[in-house]
């Protein structure tokens, strides 16, 4: 290769390593921004979720507080009466007491004047018997016996009601209703101090959501710079692969194939299709100057030391070089080739390996007639493709193999036969008036969208817009010039002296004027028009719909959820569901979201299965997880069962 090719091919393959190493030093800031992002909208989503418990808990507390506050004000009133009621009823024992020994008194004077009667009625029964004073003392006699039957009686009565009483627990209801009264206003203390920690806790709750969502924010922002930053560094290695390096590309990469794209070798010398010679010895060519391509398999650490000489050493070994046939239209620009891992060994012999990686160089072996035309007997060697490894697929269940019932997650998965796989239940929170205006993966795609609509318009309008003020600022100062020369010429008209050169001249100006701002008018109208067209096109530029479940989450960050966050689901003990590859796991109390927060009763949650290999971890690379379709997977409303510890429900 000659000092300029060689110079040429060492600008190609620089510029490209060196796109290539920055995009992935931007991938991995990309990456630590995504973690970053999750870890701040994990904690907003629990902020939220601590508050929301807070605020009820608040509310409940405020009802228990108010129906303390009610009890103590009724057992005050009650202490009170009961005291009041002591009170009256040692009065009452007193006063009783009092008529009952006055009427006792009493009774036995009666009694002591029924006894004189008696003895009364003796001597005049034996003195005077049937005689008026006997009449008169008999009927004395019968009344005063009377009298002291009555006496006797109230005194009983007397006896009986001071006996009564004595016997009121007075005392002992106000000494309950003491001990009762202390005991609600105890009570009414730790329902105040309760109520009082719970109105911190939702003050320090509140504080907390604020902190994580200026958190957020900022690794939003940190996230968008990072993803705009990659994918610019991206799409520039695309421009200079496409234009420098052929395109060269592999996609539709599997575990046992991959394809190579890249396009047709562009000649710096393009001859007629026969170029016939004016002398004798100079040589007749094909326009299309390639003989062969040759694809070249290079491991990803050497790819910066493959040759030229170390491609022409290759050609003539079959297995490790790919020769693509080349098609009858070479017009075609575009080269697409299928190649098996087992048809094509590395630059060192070897077979190609599962997880390593490797790069693709394209050899082209132009034709010696070409080369004797333009006197240089080089051929042409890529640059290294962007590296690529080859792994095993793993297969996670369908959105709509997966169900929830009683407690239970079930799903369905056909497992690749010979690869063992482990299967991982994860729970993303699904609350929408908790998870709202967080940046999510749809959400992080619709920028980018919005942003390259952004830029196709201010492509279209821009230029047009800016055009047409330029255009508008020189027609004013033609305008104003014109106006001016006008006052002027109208000034000397006016003169006696003015001749007809100066008013033949004004009404020069006066037309120039009127066509000025005919075109004037003209141009403000379009330039309204392109405006109104332009503010039309941005405003129909809508945000991607809220997906489930309305934060960042992908496989990456699916791989890297805790031991302790995530469930591994274990073959069923029925044979039948082994064949059918149905798996079952239960959820219990004891089951926590991908940010590690139990599961709230009430709360609605998206059963997510990552599928991993169960290999040992340095065969892992062999492989790539699969995570199932959270966006479309139904979420089901996590509630307590009976075997499970009484919990609130939201």
């Given amino acids: 290769m000659n000092s300029y090719n060689d110079n040429l091919h060492s600008s190609v393959v620089n510029t490209l390593q060196t796109l290539e190493l920055a995009e992935k030093s931007l991938k991995s800031n990309l990456d630590a921004s995504i973690f970053s992002l999750y870890y701040a909208e994990g904690a907003i989503i629990t902020a939220s979720e601590n508050l929301n418990l807070a605020n009820l808990k608040y509310k409940s507390q405020q009802n228990i507080s108010s129906q303390a506050v009610k009890n103590a004000n009724i057992a005050t009133n009650l202490a009170a ?152 560094v991206r799409s520039a290695y695309r421009l200079n692969n496409r234009e420098l390096n052929l395109n060269l590309t592999v996609a539709n990469k599997t575990s046992i194939s991959y394809d190579v794209y890249f396009n047709y070798y562009n000649a710096p010398f393009k001859p007629d299709k026969n170029h016939s010679a004016s002398e004798k010895n100079e040589t007749t060519v094909d326009s299309y100057p390639v003989q062969h391509y040759y694809i070249m398999l290079v491991k990803d650490s050497k790819k910066q030391v493959f040759t030229i000489s170390n491609a022409e050493n290759l050609v003539l070994n079959h297995k490790q070089r790919k020769l693509v046939t080349l098609p009858a239209t070479p017009a075609k620009r575009l080269i697409q080739t299928t190649i098996s891992i087992d048809d094509l060994l590395d630059s060192d012999g070897q077979p190609m390996q599962l997880g390593a990686k490797y790069a693709v160089f394209v050899f082209a072996q132009l034709k010696e007639d070409y080369k004797k035309l333009i006197n240089n007997f080089d051929d042409y060697l890529s640059a290294p493709s962007e590296s690529f490894a080859l792994t095993v697929d793993l297969v996670s269940p369908g ?175 029925d044979k039948e569901e082994v064949k059918n590859g149905v798996f079952h796991v239960k959820i219990d109390s004891t089951v926590t979201d991908n940010f590690g927060d139990p599961l709230i009763p009430g709360y609605h949650y998206i059963p997510v299965v990552l599928t991993v290999p169960n290999v040992p971890e340095e065969d892992m690379v062999q492989y790539k997880n699969a995570l199932s379709e959270y966006a479309k997977t139904k979420p089901f409303k996590y509630e307590i069962s009976s075997s499970n510890p009484k919990s609130e429900t939201i």
């Fill in 81 to 232: 009466a009961a005291t009041q009621q002591k009170n009256y009823t040692a009065q009452s024992v007193t006063n009783t007491a009092v008529s009952a020994s006055n009427i006792q008194i009493a009774s036995n004077a009666v009694v002591r004047l029924a006894s004189d009667m008696g003895s009364i009625f003796s001597i005049l029964k034996a003195a005077d018997a049937e005689g008026e004073l006997y009449l008169q003392g008999e009927t004395a006699y019968r009344l005063i016996n009377a009298t002291a039957y009555d006496a006797e009686k109230l005194s009983q009565t007397a006896m009986e009601a001071s006996t009564y009483t004595a016997e009121v627990s007075s005392s002992t209801v106000a000494d309950e209703a003491a001990v009762t009264n202390t005991a609600i206003a105890n009570l009414l203390a730790v329902t105040n101090a309760d109520f009082s920690a719970t109105a911190a806790t939702v003050t320090a709750d509140h504080a907390a959501l604020a902190a994580a969502g200026a958190t957020e924010k900022v690794a939003e922002g940190t996230l968008e710079s990072s993803n705009a930053e990659y994918f610019s």
């Fill in 399 to 573: 959105h709509k193999a997966i169900g929830y019932k009683d407690g239970e997650v079930t799903f369905t998965v056909v497992e690749p036969s010979g690869v063992p796989v482990q299967h991982r239940v994860i729970y993303l929170p699904d609350n929408k008036g908790l998870i709202n205006g967080l940046l999510s993966v749809e959400g992080l795609r619709s920028i980018e969208k919005e942003v390259l609509k952004l830029e196709m318009i201010a492509d279209k309008y821009d230029p047009l817009i800016s055009n047409l003020e330029a255009q508008l600022l020189t027609l004013q100062a033609d305008m104003s010039a014109t106006s001016e020369r006008l006052d002027a010429t109208n000034e000397g008209t006016a003169a006696p002296t003015a001749d007809k050169a100066g008013a033949k001249a004004g009404s020069s100006d006066q037309k120039a004027l009127s066509n000025t701002k005919a075109e004037y008018t003209r141009l403000r109208h379009e330039l309204t028009k392109a405006r109104k067209e332009r503010d039309n096109e941005m405003k129909a530029i809508t945000p991607a719909k809220q997906e489930h479940p309305g934060f960042f989450f992908n496989t990456k960050i699916a791989e890297q959820v805790s031991f302790a966050n995530y469930t591994v689901v274990h073959p069923s003990k």
